[in-house]
């Protein structure tokens, strides 16, 4: 057989599918795949995911209280990720000076949500004049994103404003996006799985005609309905290993399918919420839907980089499935107050099971190599601010899962030196994505120790000079 494009996609009724890399795919014989392994295929690409968290951490329970080796029995917070401890790292001590006051006064949300991608210190205003930094996913979409369908992908849980004040004379624009295009210009995030799965299995070429629109809306015919013949064609130039492939991939795909139509059923005000038609009332169903869909976009490589709101920038939604009533925000303004902070560590906790399902996810699904997804993806985790009462932009909570290609190790809690800029980890990911760049946001060098045992305190006090060049030199 002729040797398959790798940008094949099944095509149907106003629906396009991209499929995972075959064995058909990839140059040489089956004989010299299996002997050669993964060496006779590319080297599989780096995909990055950065997930933001709204109003900080509860740090007692999120820190190990040791460097090293992640202790046996893991903090409260982190106990729903016990299963892949060997996948992720905590990271102690980097800061976000960009989210600090520097003159402006309060607005800590907003600026959180502004420099928590970009490093940057957004403006105060309220008005169309907004400006913070490029964010490091841009950074990296035109190098991962050049041979993708969708350069990167920015997603959310809560509809956000462009526009207007939203905290303290910032504009909604900072509490409501992390990802930047231009510091003038955020990327609009999507909250609505629905409208998710038809952008990434929507046939942009497809010029259906009114009643055909009206045929597929009234019969809420699958999108893989109308690919049936040409999904039959092309597994019939296929092999064995092939066609199971693609029957498997299409399957996962159905499956997202059938879990959108059952949590479109119950779309009734959550909380008070503004929530747009198409999502569901669930919010664990409502990111679990938006993790299937980031598990298939890896999966089909229709995109490497995604940004992902598991809330906006102060956001004050209830989490009654875990028996708390009140406001996230509100909360997180605790005084102290042991009642106040046991709840804030209960919605820590939540959070991080969602992480630890998309994680798994991830783990589960192969990649072009017969690894995991996992294994070739970069995973941060966390908030722009460390303490919620305080509203700290210092010590930040943040997690480094998966295996990067080979480029991070994990299973480890590592604390740098105070006040290490985040952007250092940002513009170690960065390099290890192949953007070419000295510097991003208030970055001083990459992030040392990331995949060295020795303790970051060690580091700090070695001599200045020749060994603080080579430090900086250090990458993933």
């Known amino acids: 057989m002729k040797q398959l494009d790798r940008r094949t996609f099944l095509r149907g009724l106003g629906a396009v599918a991209g499929l995972p890399l075959l064995d058909a795919m990839i140059p040489g014989s089956s004989l010299v795949r299996a002997v050669a392994g993964a060496a006779a295929a590319d080297r599989p690409p780096l995909r990055l995911i950065f997930i933001?968290?709204?109003?900080?951490?509860?740090m007692p329970d999120w820190t190990p209280g040791k460097e090293g080796a992640l202790p046996r029995v893991l903090p409260s917070i982190l106990k729903p990720l016990a299963p892949l401890r060997d996948r992720f790292s905590i990271l102690?001590?980097?800061?976000?000076?960009?989210?600090?006051?520097?003159g402006d006064g309060p607005g800590d949300h907003a600026r959180a949500g502004g420099s928590f991608l970009t490093g940057a210190h957004p403006k105060k205003t309220g008005g169309a004049d907004i400006h913070a930094g490029i964010s490091v996913d841009q950074a990296a979409a035109p190098v991962l994103g050049r041979d993708t369908r969708f350069a990167s992908l920015e997603l959310g849980t809560e509809r956000g404003r462009q526009s207007g004040s939203c905290d303290s004379g910032y504009s909604c624009a900072y509490s409501s996006n992390i990802s930047w295009r231009s510091p003038s210009m955020p990327m609009a995030k999507e909250v609505r799985p629905r409208a998710l799965f038809e952008r990434l299995f929507g046939d942009p070429e497809a010029k259906l005609s009114p009643e055909e629109?009206?045929?597929?809306?009234?019969y809420r015919k699958s999108i893989l309905d109308g690919m049936g013949d040409d999904a039959r064609a092309l597994k019939g130039k296929l092999g064995p290993s092939d066609r199971s492939k693609v029957d498997e991939y299409l399957e996962g795909v159905r499956?997202?399918?059938k879990r959108l139509?059952?949590?479109?059923?119950?779309?009734?005000?959550?909380d008070g919420l503004e929530i747009p038609k198409g999502t569901p009332k669930d919010y664990a169903t409502h990111l679990g839907l938006l993790h299937d869909l980031?598990?298939?976009?890896?999966q089909a490589d229709l995109t490497r980089v995604v940004t992902l709101m598991a809330g906006n920038a102060g956001s004050n939604r209830p989490y009654r499935?875990?028996?708390v009533s009140e406001g996230h925000h509100n909360l997180s303004h605790h005084g102290k107050?042991?009642?106040?902070?046991?709840?804030?560590s209960t919605i820590n906790q939540w959070h991080a099971t969602r992480l630890a399902e998309l994680l798994g996810k991830l783990n589960n699904t192969p990649a072009e190599d017969g690894k995991s997804l996992l294994e070739h993806t970069i995973v941060v985790f966390g908030s722009a601010i460390g303490d919620g009462n305080r509203h700290n932009h210092d010590d930040l909570p943040v997690l480094v899962a998966g295996g990067g290609a080979g480029l991070i190790e994990g299973g480890r809690h590592v604390r740098f030196p105070r006040e290490t800029p985040m952007c250092n980890l940002y513009l170690s990911i960065l390099h290890a994505a192949g953007v070419r760049t000295r510097a991003f946001g208030d970055s001083t060098g990459p992030l040392p120790n990331l995949r060295s045992a020795k303790p970051a305190k060690a580091k700090a006090e070695e001599k200045k000079g020749d060994e603080g060049e080579k430090a900086k030199a250090k990458t993933f």
């Open 261 to 270: 139509e059952h949590s479109e059923k119950d779309e009734s005000p959550a």
């Open 337 to 344: 107050d042991p009642k106040k902070l046991a709840s804030i």
């Open 321 to 323: 499935d875990v028996g």
């Open 213 to 218: 629109q009206a045929r597929r809306k009234l």
């Open 294 to 298: 980031i598990t298939v976009s890896f």
């Open 255 to 257: 499956e997202v399918e």
């Open 92 to 102: 102690s001590g980097l800061t976000l000076d960009g989210g600090r006051a520097h």
């Open 52 to 58: 933001f968290t709204p109003n900080g951490m509860h």
